[in-house]
Each structure stands twice: as C-alpha cells, then as structure tokens.
C-alpha cells in the first residue's frame, strides 16, 4: 500500500508540464503577512478538587490547568506569491507546548528550538487544480484544530485529543472539480515532526465534497507508527513493538438555517498485535487490536452579531486498552465517556472573544474523584477563556 501511494504521489510530480517550471517565476509580487492568537482562561470544578495534584480535569487536550491559567501565543508568518509560499507557525506556552509535544526530539529529551513550531511547510500551486506542499502541518483529521481561533467550544473532544495533531511529510492537494478534491500523503509517524527516527512512514488520504451549505470531508491514515524490532544485540526482552495504525475519520458541516449549524465528527482508530522480543528472538504477538472510537455532534446558534451559543456532546470508547489514563477501564480494557459541553461566544469589537463554559463528563468507571476524594465517575467544570485574534 505504501508503494502504491508513493506511485500515485511522484505520477502526480511527474505528470506536470516542464513548461511549468518556467510559470513558477511569480509575475506578481509576493505578499509577507503576519497573523496570530493570544489565550488564557480560568477553570473551576464543582463537584472535584481543584487545589494540587489532585485537581482534575477531563483527560482531553488544552484547557485543562487549574485557576487562572496561560493558553498559548501563537504567531504565524505566511509569504505568499502567485504559484508558490511557506508557512512558518510558531507557539509559546502551554497549549502551545502540550501541541507539539512530538517536537523536542534534539537535548537528550531536554526542549528544544523545534518545540515552538507548530507547523513549518513550503508549498507549490503546480496548477490551478494541483498543490504540493512539504514540511510539519496540521493533520487534516477532525472536526476541531489546535488554535482555539478555529473552535467554537475552548475545552477540546477526546476524539481530537487522541488524533493526530501534526504530520510532517508530503502531500498533494488536487480539486477534482468545483465541488470534489482530494488529497494523499506520504508522511512520517504520526506527531514525530522534526525527523524520521523509526525507519516507518505513515499514509494519508481526504476526500473532501464542498457546496455554499457545508463540507464533508472522509479521511485516513494508515502506518507503522513506532518502527519494527531490529535485534541489533540492544533489545531487551520483553520489548514489544505495536502493528500498523489505521484510522478512518469522517467530518462533516452544514448550515441548516441562517442561525443554526450543525456539524457532526465520528472517527475509528485500530492498531494491531505486534511484535516482541523474547529469548534472543522477535515473535509475533497474539491478540485483538485495540484502540478507540467515538462520535460528537456540534449544535451551534447565532443569536446576534455579538452572542452564540454551541452544545457539543461526544461519546467516546476505549477497547482492549487502547488508550491508558483517559478513561475508567474495566478488567478488559474497556471504557467509555459521555461529555456535554455547553459554549457560548461573545464578541467584544473585532478581535476579543471571550468564551464561558460549562462542561460534563460521565465515564462508564470510576475514574474522578469527587470532593471528598472518593472514586467518582463524574466531573462538571466552569472555564472562561479570552481569545484575542490578530
């Protein structure tokens, strides 16, 4: 599979006139501009500790810091010519940090210059239909991104949480007509987005339908993400190695009145038996596949130019210990959550949003702890985040 969509990808390159690499002088002059968010927020539990090491929060991504607390600066330069451009996203502090958390690879584990760059690409509009593009970008999976500028509710769905973030490899964008466009990639492991230290590559593909109402987008991936065992005389035993990831994701939204929009996400994530080192050999592992599936529904309603409100309710699923400390699990490995949150949105003059939140998890297991800390399998939170676009 991998070799096929390598195939697909260098036809894509090498199909293209040579007469166009004469049209890649931009006639235009380049344009340099400059974008970004600054984020912070104050969270509170009602029904939980909020004071230490035991104030919970949800095992999602971002928003999850007790008391008043820092979201990210987030900076983006983007130079963009007539047929070609690049990208450089920087971030700074803790939801910038917890973002890239594949990134600081240099400094024996200690954080390096690359924990910053959120994304880092250059691209090539080769034709008006076809766009290659190399280097760390956001994952096109999900119905939510990193920046809390593109979400509506702050607090971030399980399903986002444990996608991927980031990929760094090559992709090629290609608009199949006006409504229709795909997209396939050839990439590193997921989320390691400096460089390729597994020997493994991971495949992307989107199709993506687009009308004035809404998209929908079907998306996938597939790959070893953490290499296979190579008994060079350093293995351990019982050193394990995972199977191939494969994960399918659907997204979707539409405007179901001028008011009101629904958008809908539902994703399935497997990784299969592997391998391990026992006695001076490698073995194949026995066993099912574990991972994770979920779905989350997005209800939003303009009341005015100034106010909205959104509901998102997400269930979310564990299976044969897909995940570890996200979830209650029972003695298989199981486990679910069902999460309700409900955001609204005010505006304040052009650039300020200021985002107030009520949030309900109920797990399937105990897994919180209520106030008295005693084992709990539920939690409701209060956040207000201000969100400041640039």
């Known amino acids: 599979m991998k070799n096929i969509f390598l195939l697909i990808l260098f036809i ?20 340099l501009t400059l974008s970004g968010s600054i984020d912070a927020y104050f969270r509170s539990n009602f029904n939980a500790p909020n004071k230490g090491e035991n104030a919970l929060a949800p095992a999602s991504s971002f928003g999850n810091l007790p008391g008043f607390s820092l979201g990210m600066a987030n900076i983006i330069a983007t130079y963009e010519g007539e047929k070609i451009g690049a990208v450089a996203d920087l971030v700074f502090g803790p939801r910038g940090e917890d973002a890239v958390f594949g990134s600081p690879l240099y400094g024996g584990g200690m954080a ?82 400096e460089f390729n230290m597994n020997g493994t590559y991971t495949l992307g593909a989107q199709l993506g339908y687009s009308t004035d109402a809404g998209s929908t987008y079907l998306n996938f991936v597939y790959g070893d993400q953490d290499g296979k065992l190579i008994n060079d005389g350093s293995l351990l035993s019982g050193q394990a190695s995972a199977g191939n990831t494969f994960q399918v994701d659907l997204t ?17 994530n497997t990784t299969s038996s592997g391998e391990i080192f ?45 995940l570890d400390g996200v979830v209650g699990l029972d003695g298989e490995g199981d486990g679910n959550v069902f999460a309700v949150t409900l955001s609204g949105n005010a505006k304040v003059g052009k650039n300020l949003t200021l985002i107030p939140e009520l949030r309900l998890d109920t797990m399937g297991n105990d897994y919180f702890m209520n106030k008295d800390l005693a084992a709990s399998k539920n939690l409701s939170s209060f956040l207000l985040a201000a969100v400041f676009a640039f």
Do not use: C
């Not at 090498?14 to 006639?27: C, F, K, M, N």
């Not at 991104?145 to 980031?166: A, D, H, L, Q, R």
């Open 12 to 31: 894509t390159i090498l199909s293209i006139p040579v007469s166009l690499a004469q049209e890649g002088e931009d006639s235009t002059p380049p344009a």
């Open 112 to 193: 390096g210059s690359s924990q910053i760059i959120n994304q880092l690409y250059v691209y090539w509009n080769v034709t008006d239909k076809v766009t290659l593009t190399m280097g760390n970008f956001n994952t096109f999976l999900g119905y939510e991104v990193i920046s809390p500028t593109g979400n509506f509710n702050y607090s971030t769905s399980y399903m986002f949480s444990y996608g991927p973030f980031s990929h760094t490899g090559l992709k090629a964008d290609i608009a199949l007509s006006d409504k229709f466009s795909f997209m396939a990639a050839v990439m590193n492991p997921t989320d390691m987005t």
């Open 252 to 268: 979707t939204g539409f405007n179901l009145t001028d008011a009101l929009y629904l958008g809908v996400n539902t994703t399935y």
């Open 278 to 322: 026992s006695g001076s050999d490698i073995q194949d592992t026995d066993g099912d596949g574990y991972g994770f599936y979920g779905f989350a529904g997005y209800l939003q309603a303009t009341t005015s130019d100034k106010f909205a409100l959104g509901l998102r309710g997400e269930y979310f699923n564990v299976f044969n210990g897909g």
